[in-house]
C-alpha cells in the first residue's frame, strides 16, 4: 500500500530559526515528490517538486532533498518568517499513476 | 487572474438534503480533481476527470457525485449517502504534462446542522 509519514506532527520554532521537516515515503514505481504549503483554511500551494534523478531542490528560503534510495525526503526552512507558519505537506506519486499519495502534514507555528 | 474558484467558502447541510460545490477553473488544464480533508488525515481522492464528459471514482468516492459537461468545471454534489459529510472540501486542476502539479483552489467548509 502506498504511503507517505511526516514527522514531526507539530513544531514550533522562534522567528529568524532555521528547522527541518521529514518525510517518508513507500510509493512504488515512484515518479515524483512534491511539497506543499497550507495555509489555515485555504487550499495547497505548491513548493517543489523532485523527481526520482533530482536529489536537491530551492525555492527562496525553502530547499527540498530527496533520497530515492531510502525513499526520504526533508524541506529545510531557513531564518523563517511568521509568514511560513502553516501546515508542510508531503506528496508522492507514482510512476504512471494519475493518484497522489498525501502525508497527514507538519504542523509549523512561527513565534515572535 | 488565473486561477480555481470554489464556492461557496462555507455551506451547511441539513439531514437527508443534498448539495453541491463548484469549482470553475480559467487555466485550461484538462484534468480536475476533488479531494476531501479531515484533520489528522492526508488529503483523499473523491473523484477526478481528465476530459470532458468523463469521470473516475478515487478512494472514497460512496455518497458522492461530479459531472465534466464542461472543461472549466467539475461540481460536487454532496448526496444524503454521504452519512459523514463534513469536511473541508479541495478541488484542484492540472495539465497532465509529466510532472503533473496540482493546482489548489481555496476550498468549501461543509458542516451538517
Not at chain 1, 511526516?6 to 517518508?24: A, M, Y
Not at chain 2, 467539475?74 to 502539479?101: E, H
Request: charged letters at 20%; glycine letters at 8%; a positive charge.
Amino acid at each position: 500500500k502506498n504511503q507517505v509519514e511526516q514527522s514531526p506532527q507539530s513544531l514550533i520554532i522562534l522567528e529568524g530559526k532555521n528547522c527541518t521537516l521529514q518525510c517518508n515515503y513507500t510509493v512504488s514505481p515512484f515518479s515524483n515528490l512534491r511539497w506543499y504549503k497550507q495555509d489555515t483554511g485555504r487550499g495547497p500551494v505548491s513548493l517543489t517538486i523532485m523527481t526520482f534523478s533530482e536529489n536537491t531542490k530551492s525555492n527562496g528560503r525553502y530547499t527540498a532533498t530527496l533520497d530515492a534510495d531510502t525513499k526520504q525526503s526533508s524541506l529545510h526552512i531557513t531564518a523563517s518568517q511568521l509568514s511560513d507558519s502553516a501546515s508542510y505537506i508531503c506528496v508522492a506519486r507514482g510512476f504512471g499513476n494519475e493518484k497522489l499519495t498525501f502525508g497527514t502534514g507538519t504542523r509549523l507555528t512561527i513565534i515572535p | 487572474d488565473g486561477g480555481i474558484t470554489q464556492s461557496p467558502k462555507y455551506l451547511f447541510r441539513k439531514e437527508g438534503q443534498n448539495v453541491t460545490l463548484s469549482c470553475e477553473q480559467n487555466l485550461n488544464h484538462d484534468a480536475m480533481y476533488w479531494y476531501r480533508q479531515d484533520p489528522g488525515q492526508g488529503l483523499r481522492l473523491i473523484y477526478y476527470s481528465q476530459i470532458v464528459n468523463d469521470f473516475q471514482k478515487g478512494d472514497i468516492a460512496e455518497g458522492y457525485s461530479v459531472s465534466r459537461e464542461k472543461k472549466e468545471s467539475f461540481p460536487l454534489t454532496v448526496t444524503s449517502a454521504q452519512k459523514n459529510p463534513t469536511a473541508f472540501y479541495l478541488c484542484a486542476s492540472s495539465n497532465g504534462v509529466a510532472k503533473n502539479i496540482q493546482y489548489f483552489g481555496a476550498g468549501t467548509r461543509l458542516s451538517v446542522l
